[in-house]
């Protein structure tokens, strides 16, 4: 029986056979990876029972990003996106696996925990950029948009169910069953890789240029509107889109609740989450960079706002109000740099896009851990939020004049008036 999609709907990528594929093992994937992030939290916290060790994992994690992510942008515009992740998605599965491994024979130290987040962190790292790249050979141009929509409702998705399997099977079995659930997780991912058609992908016709990770640095200074949007990124995602942090400590040291509570957060935080994605996949509106700045400085307020929610019932209410927000803002940072960038470049673009979006986590979240020990949880959040809120501000001040949303800019014109400029 043919999949019949209407070519105008919230639903229209799924029109194509790949899509649908990576996007079905994606979602089990998704699930798995909230479910180990909720465990590992929760691991570091038993070992350690503080607020900065809790922080620094995270902080490893993200390193990697910083270091890799442009140089695996630079990889997906010269070789196989499909081989690039079939590695990244079977090392990713064997770091869970040997961590649950660990967890489950009570073997495991703090320093396993670092150094095996790090890893997951490498794989990631190569991965995020690759495969966002590969969506819009999946679906083509004209479904780009839509298709990070419902990339997005995916991924929170994997929020909504992730975290509240994980607080359960903690509550029951321990941290270990949730590791070896998300190594389990990445089968579902490398099958669907294998699968998939390569004659039914877009492959859109490059401009012959050196895939220099440099070029991407140029390519965004000479591209204020994409500039502005990164410069948001960035600060949002080192400040503001710290939510395993936020809700650990407010469970734990505010509220003083349990595994299976703090699991419960992660998931109404994804409510809103997702109804930020479907909506965002059905009105699929073209946003421009103003709408963005926007909503970040809207998300930066709501974050300040739940700091001082005074019991957890409340805190818990506001969540999926501020992950709304904060996910319209990052859907459609996402799809505007996608949709906005060269292909002949796109995945150098995503590769600094991510390295700038994930980039500051190994700063921001051990400093993030250390100020919730020294002014306290509450006063950290709404720090953190004021700091998301005012550099949009900031942002759009210096650049206003500037913040133009061009149709198509190719990266030999971009490049040479750069260059001419200097």
């Not at 990576?22 to 570091?44: E, H, K, M, P």
Request: glycine residues 8%; positive net charge; contains cysteine.
């Amino acid at each position: 029986m043919a999949f019949v999609i209407r070519e105008t709907g919230s639903l229209r990528s799924f029109r194509h056979r790949n899509f649908r594929l990576i996007f079905a093992s994606n979602l089990v994937s998704n699930i798995g990876g909230w479910a180990q992030r909720v465990a590992q939290d929760w691991l570091v916290l038993e070992l350690t029972h503080s607020g900065r060790d809790l922080g620094l994992v995270t902080g490893i994690q993200f390193l990697p990003s910083l270091i890799f992510s442009l140089y695996a942008g630079s990889l997906a515009d010269r070789i196989s996106k499909r081989k690039l992740l079939l590695i990244t998605n079977l090392g990713a599965g064997l770091t869970s696996f040997i961590l649950g491994l660990l967890v489950i024979t009570h073997h495991v130290k703090l320093w396993h925990v670092f150094v095996l987040a790090f890893l997951l962190g490498a794989f990631g790292s190569l991965d995020a950029p690759v495969r966002q790249a590969f969506t819009s050979e999946m679906v083509g141009k004209s479904d780009l948009a839509n298709a990070v929509s419902l990339n997005s409702a995916n991924f929170n998705m994997g929020r909504l169910i992730g975290p509240g399997v994980s607080g359960l099977l903690i509550a029951a079995f321990h941290t270990g069953p949730s590791f070896l659930f998300n190594a389990a997780s990445y089968l579902f991912v490398i099958w669907s890789l294998l699968v998939i058609r390569e004659s039914d992908l877009f492959i859109e016709e490059k401009v012959r240029t050196s895939a220099k990770a440099k070029q991407a640095l140029h390519y965004v200074r000479a591209r204020p509107d994409i500039l502005a949007v990164m410069i948001t990124v960035f600060f949002t995602g080192t400040f503001g889109l710290n939510f395993q942090i936020y809700n650990a400590l407010m469970a734990t040291q505010i509220f003083h609740k349990g595994a299976a509570t703090y699991g419960f957060l992660g998931t109404i935080l994804a409510i809103g989450s997702l109804s930020a994605a479907i909506i965002s996949a059905r009105l699929d509106m073209r946003r421009d960079v103003r709408f963005i700045l926007r909503f970040a400085v809207i998300f930066g307020a709501g974050l300040t706002a739940i700091a001082f929610a005074p019991r957890y019932l409340t805190y818990a209410l506001a969540l999926p109000i501020v992950g709304m927000l904060a996910l319209t803002m990052m859907i459609s940072a996402n799809s505007y740099v996608q949709g906005h960038s060269d292909p002949a470049i796109r995945g150098r673009i995503m590769g600094l896009y991510l390295m700038v979006f994930m980039g500051g986590t190994p700063f921001g979240s051990p400093l993030i851990g250390w100020l919730c020990t020294q002014i306290g949880v509450r006063e950290t959040i709404a720090l953190c939020g004021a700091i998301t809120a005012l550099t949009p501000l900031v942002t759009y001040l210096f650049l206003r004049h500037k913040l133009t949303t061009p149709e198509s800019v190719k990266v030999d014109d971009v490049l040479v008036a750069f260059y001419e400029h200097k």
